[in-house]
């Protein structure tokens, strides 16, 4: 993912916890954040995979939106149907380019309360997401409607595996039952603030959105409790068993949410919305690449870049490529041609050496 330039890095405010445990941090989206612990990354994998790990997620941004206008403006921001869920529940979402219908973002919306809602976005993606929103109180809203970057006020850490909910409930057993998708206001320490069944690895789990202040003592308590900090490298490898896109690889400039297949997220018949006119066009005109799941034959690791071969054509691009812990195999999402079906026999272009493959359709691993 790009950085933001010179700026300077933003620092997660349990920075000081992750430091303490040896992690090694690195720049991501404008923070630094936790890569990895000295466990490394396969053992953070499995551990989430079989038991439960704790990621920091503050790296994501959050947006209140919130008055009677709220609503309206984003159901005309972004592509999903607002109407299909209810105060209390969580929403996946795409805000597009208006021009291309590329995919700005990939977004999560907690509907938090009857005029209130909790926009996050990716790490480096909350500028291009408070124009978007800001732009549109004044021609999209109908009636009283702020916006507000909240996201130095928080923490949010990601309780994912088997074994969260059961861990979570020694802590609190209001945060271990909220159901997936749902989201509820919750107390932490006294601070207000909220906790959601969602997650980004193909476990269950939850999300705890915490107040700055309190952030610390909540992640010693989960640690406490038994859980096992985990990276951002398990959890690309994790999100990518789990056949999940990740902006800037499977979403982003030249990429729309039928390309990535994810026409699902796009409700056509809710009226109009930013980016709905060349969409429209592009599922009119018919799919030109679709993106698939290839299973290299061995332990080779397709890198994102490299190219897929049938036969000697080249036929897509690797968008995401790793090893799979669970399978112990190479795994990747790539675009490729949409005449290229599932089953098909293909071959992974690793440094020069064309590596055996399979097209299948994600996930990986199922549940």
């Keep these: 993912m790009a950085e933001s330039g010179d700026a300077p890095l933003r620092h997660s405010p349990i920075d000081a916890a992750h430091r303490a445990l040896g992690a090694r941090m690195v720049p991501f989206g404008g923070w630094d954040m936790p890569i990895q612990y000295d466990t490394g990354v396969l053992a953070e994998h499995r551990a989430c995979r079989e038991h439960a790990v704790v990621f920091d997620v503050s790296h994501l941004g959050s947006v209140r939106v919130q008055g009677a206008g709220a609503r309206s403006v984003l159901q005309w921001a972004l592509t999903n149907d607002l109407r299909r869920i209810e105060p209390g529940r969580a929403q996946y979402t795409h805000l597009l380019d208006p021009d291309d219908a590329h995919v700005v973002d990939d977004i999560i919306v907690w509907w938090v309360a009857d005029d209130e809602f909790l926009v996050m976005p990716n790490a480096s993606n909350t500028a291009p997401l408070l124009a978007a929103l800001e732009g549109a109180v004044g021609e999209h809203a109908d009636g009283p409607c702020g916006v507000e970057d909240v996201t130095a006020t928080r923490a949010v850490l990601a309780v994912q595996g088997p074994d969260a909910r059961a861990l979570v409930d020694a ?21 207000a603030g909220y906790v959601a069944g969602t997650g980004y690895t193909g476990e269950d789990g939850i999300e705890l959105h915490i107040p700055a202040e309190a952030a610390r003592a909540w992640w010693d ?9 985990a990276g951002l490298g398990a959890r690309d490898t994790l999100r990518l068993e789990a056949g999940l896109p990740l902006h800037g690889h499977e979403l982003g400039p030249g990429i729309t949410p039928l390309q990535a297949g994810l026409g699902w997220v796009v409700r056509f018949d809710k009226g109009d919305f930013r980016g709905r006119g060349p969409l429209l066009a592009e599922k009119e005109g018919g799919e030109h690449r679709r993106l698939v799941g290839v299973v290299l034959d061995g332990r080779q690791v397709p890198r994102a870049g490299q190219s897929v071969l049938r036969a000697d054509e080249v036929v897509g691009e690797v968008t995401s490529g790793n090893f ?24 992974v272009d690793v440094r020069g050496r064309h590596a055996p493959a399979t097209v299948v359709k994600p996930p990986f691993i199922k549940d």
């Excluded at 308590?221 to 038994?226: C, Q, V």
């Excluded at 799979?324 to 005449?339: K, R, T, Y």
């Excluded at 079906?341 to 293909?346: C, F, H, R, S, W």
């Design 171 to 191: 802590l609190g057993p209001a945060l271990a039952s909220v159901p997936r998708f749902e989201v509820r206001a919750a107390s932490f320490d006294g601070g």
């Design 221 to 229: 308590k989960l640690l406490g409790a038994g859980l096992q900090p």
């Design 324 to 347: 799979s812990p669970v399978l112990g195999q190479g795994i990747a999402l790539a675009f490729l041609h949409p005449d290229v079906k599932e089953g098909t026999v293909v071959a």
